[in-house]
């Protein structure tokens, strides 16, 4: 695609600021740093690293990029307009801004009257003030500046005229971008889209009147001072929230309005609800609206950035993430299996490499043998649909299913029993047995487990024992302390998540249970099952399952690489 002034985007990633102000998610400065190098190779333009003002934690991450700086991307760092009644030079957050040592800077100012007078406690001529000397002194040190126009369209739905004052002390000062806030995430996009439309026109007229001061041979700005330097017109950008669940609607409204700058996070991350959802925008941007943002070989990486992101900041990944989720592209029922094999189009609005994503047969009671067929060329094996071991695959699922077991949420055991029927399936260990003991003491608030396994590999057998902090753990603990001598590989497995479901409760503690173990490497993630009236036996089903798939994968790995080489 040719870039041009009329589809280039500027993409500003907010995840290491607004996303860390999600419940529950917290980062290391080790963490922000994979993330900001992360952000870089993903080819987005600018990175909002923090406010050094307010956080020593930030201070020392921008201390560390000085030293092993990013390659294309501006880090920025973030921080308010000076308090009132005092001098931006005299303000020691603003000291804090300019030792991060960025070429670029943004600043958050009130655009919302009811935040001057009831927030600030300070009058609307002040805050004006406030903004313009901000703006100007962080010029005058050679900063260039991006202005974050908090509660913007709240502050213009109540008092137009007043928030326009504003971005317009913002851009006098010397604002290259200014940025519309809806803060609060209550916006709808036609509001979105007029009042964008509303800014750009009144701000042409500021514009043009900036364009005719700047041709006198000096320009005189509000605080007195003298430059031969003509202002930047600025541009429009926006920042949406997701309270309303409009956050990625409502930025698309405002760039197809005139913004030229998209701000938002990682995965949605952010205080709240959430704010706009880059991993959304940047495809519905550029594959469907014609705009560039990146490029095509950094959209690809777009899914993996997703999961990296995820898994830094220790949040399962969303399975039904749009673009990025691993059920964005899946098929479940029979017939669109069939059809998406025959033609993609019939049920994929856009291709799911385009975004490093992949398609998905899912496999269930629902399924047809078309499902089983797809899911077998996923795994590398072409079966004919009269292959007589392709219709024992499809009964023996069925048969498992009415047992309880459930596929769909367990697709590396559906591989392995694929393998099985097949004669594929490499046996790595043999376990001959386990034993649990649990030690439950009243004062404590924990129960100590331990668990004693039984291992066959390569004709030795390996007795060994673990603690844990519940049976589960224990046993875990004691297989991978068993195995991972013959398979150093597995010290990188971990057990990311584990669910149990009684399937008929009305027999008590009898009840058939279902357990689900989700493992991961660091690279991938992979779903087992076990399903047993015994909850322990069900868990160690799924446990085992997960680390002879997650074996599985290591060696089909390498067996590939061998191959490429």
């Not at 009831?118 to 903004?131: F, R, W, Y």
């Not at 908090?150 to 971005?167: C, I, M, R, S, V």
């Not at 926006?238 to 990625?248: F, G, K, L, P």
């Not at 059809?339 to 496999?363: C, D, F, K, S, W």
């Amino acid at each position: 695609m040719t870039i041009t002034p009329s589809n280039q985007l500027w993409l500003y990633d907010t995840t290491l600021r607004d996303g860390t102000q999600r419940e529950g998610l917290s980062v290391s400065i080790e963490d922000k740093l994979r993330i900001a190098h992360k952000l870089d190779d993903l080819g987005i333009p600018f990175i909002e690293g923090g406010w050094p003002g307010a956080n020593p934690k930030d201070v020392q991450f921008f201390w560390e990029l000085q030293e092993n700086p990013l390659k294309q991307a501006e880090v920025v760092p973030f921080c308010s307009t000076r308090r009132p009644h005092t001098k931006a030079a005299d303000e020691p957050m603003l000291q804090a801004i300019l030792a991060a040592g960025t070429r670029w800077v943004t600043i958050f100012g009130k655009s919302w009257d009811l935040h001057v007078t009831a927030g600030l406690k300070t009058s609307l001529e002040e805050n004006l003030a406030m903004i313009g000397d901000t703006i100007e002194y962080l010029r005058s040190q050679g900063r260039r500046v991006i202005y974050d126009a908090e509660h913007w369209f709240d502050g213009y739905k109540q008092n137009p005229d007043y928030a326009l004052q504003t971005l317009k002390a913002a851009m006098t000062a010397g604002a290259e971008w200014l940025v519309l806030c809806d803060t609060n995430g209550g916006t709808l996009p036609h509001e979105v889209s007029q009042i964008v439309k509303d800014v750009s026109c009144q701000l042409s007229v500021v514009s043009c009147q900036e364009k005719t001061l700047s041709q006198s041979p000096t320009l005189r700005l509000r605080s007195g001072q003298v430059t031969n330097h003509q202002l930047p017109i600025p541009q429009i950008g926006i920042h949406t929230h997701n309270d309303s669940e409009m956050a990625v609607a409502n930025a698309l409204a405002a760039v197809m309005a005139g913004a030229k700058m998209v701000q938002g996070t990682i995965n949605g991350y952010g205080e709240r609800c959430g704010n706009a959802n880059l991993c959304s925008l940047i495809p519905n941007l550029q594959l469907k609206l014609g705009y560039s943002c990146i490029g095509e070989h950094q959209l690809n990486q777009l899914t993996e950035a997703s999961r990296f992101v995820s898994e830094v900041v220790n949040l399962a990944p969303d399975e039904h993430a749009p673009f990025v989720g691993r059920s964005a592209f899946a098929h479940k029922g029979g017939i669109h299996v069939s059809a998406v094999e025959r033609n993609p189009l019939t049920y994929e609005h856009i291709q799911p490499e385009l975004v490093g994503n992949q398609r998905r047969i899912v496999i269930s009671e629902q399924s047809g043998l078309s499902n089983v067929l797809a899911k077998a060329r996923t795994l590398g094996i072409e079966l004919d649909k009269d292959h007589p071991q392709a219709r024992q695959i499809l009964q023996r699922m069925k048969d498992l299913e009415s047992q309880g077991y459930q596929f769909e949420a367990a697709e590396a055991s559906f591989a392995l029993l694929m393998y099985e029927v097949l004669g594929l399936r490499q046996q790595f260990f043999e376990v001959q047995g386990f034993q649990v003991h649990c030690d439950l003491v009243e004062v404590k608030e924990t129960t100590n487990s331990l668990a004693t396994v039984k291992v066959a590999v390569n004709g030795k057998n390996i007795l060994e024992a673990a603690e844990g902090n519940g049976p589960v753990a224990a046993l875990d603990a004691a297989l991978r302390k068993a195995l991972v001598n013959f398979y150093p590989q597995i010290a990188d497995f971990e057990l990311t998540d584990y669910k149990v479901r009684i399937l008929n409760g009305n027999t008590g503690t009898s009840a058939k249970t279902r357990a689900l173990v989700e493992s991961g490497n660091g690279q991938q993630r992979w779903t087992t099952i076990g399903v047993s009236s015994n909850i322990l036996e069900a868990s160690y089903q799924a446990v085992v399952a997960g680390l002879e798939y997650g074996l599985l994968l290591h060696f089909q790995a390498e067996k590939a690489l061998k191959v490429e080489t």
